[in-house]
T-cell receptor, first 113, second 114 residues
Framework: QQQVKQSPQSLIVQKGGISIINCAYE??????FPWYQQFPGKGPALLIA?????SEKKEGRFTISFNKSAKQFSLHIMDSQPGDSATYFC????????????FGTGTRLKVLA | DTGVSQDPRHKITKRGQNVTFRCDPI?????LYWYRQTLGQGPEFLTY????????KSRLLSDRFSAERPKGSFSTLEIQRTEQGDSAMYLC????????????FGPGTRLTVT
């Protein structure tokens, strides 16, 4: 069974702090790792993504760190803002020729003003 | 707005009824995907189309579910004889043929089966 495990389930951070969400995968090869942001009642929105040949990617306040040997990747949100309060999903796309994403279970982030 | 659109946004139906959802992908996106998301979970893949061809179906897609994309543009997802376990958010996404990885999601259709 292909799985992507995400933690923590929920996270509370003070405004200006760093939010860190972790994901790990096992048992299969993936070649694309996106992060999605979802607000209540909305569809997921692509935030940032990384390929396994890169160890880190930064876009504004959002950074993905990727550890291929440990099969782990994480999202860092720097200078977290109340507007970042949402549910974040990591995902992975297998290399087996499919085009489906396998999603983690989500992290509900709350940034306190 | 030229994003993915879905209709209806909400659907309440009684157990045993049939329902149909529509998805309009981003213009010129060749691939279209359907996912299902239950409360507190990440989206789960159901099926995808490349143009009008349905190329992959999940085991989650039981015989009561059918999806079509007749002209390679919009797609429909039909659920026959709905069950309470079908209650979920049904998400549609699309992507360009030349860009394998980036999928853009619509707002979803929230189905409640009573």
């Amino acid at each position: 069974q292909q799985q992507v495990k995400q933690s923590p389930q929920s996270l509370i951070v003070q405004k200006g702090g760093i939010s860190i969400i972790n994901c790990a995968y096992e048992n299969t090869a993936f070649d694309y790792f996106p992060w999605y942001q979802q607000f209540p009642g909305k569809g997921p929105a692509l935030l940032i993504a990384i390929r396994p040949d890169v160890s880190e990617k930064k876009e504004g306040r959002f950074t993905i760190s990727f550890n291929k040997s440990a099969k782990q990747f994480s999202l860092h949100i720097m200078d977290s803002q109340p507007g970042d309060s949402a549910t974040y999903f990591c995902a992975a796309m297998p290399t087996s020729g499919t085009y489906k994403y396998i999603f983690g279970t989500g992290t509900r982030l709350k940034v306190l003003a | 707005d030229t994003g993915v659109s879905q209709d209806p946004r909400h659907k309440i139906t009684k157990r045993g009824q049939n329902v149909t959802f529509r998805c309009d992908p981003i213009s010129e996106h060749n691939r279209l995907y359907w996912y299902r998301q239950t409360l507190g979970q990440g989206p789960e893949f159901l099926t995808y189309f490349q143009n009008e061809a349905q190329l992959e179906k999940s085991r989650l897609l039981s015989d009561r579910f059918s999806a079509e994309r007749p002209k390679g543009s919009f797609s429909t997802l039909e659920i026959q004889r709905t069950e309470q376990g079908d209650s979920a958010m049904y998400l549609c996404a699309s992507s360009r043929l030349a860009v394998r990885y980036e999928q853009y999601f619509g707002p979803g259709t929230r189905l409640t089966v009573t």
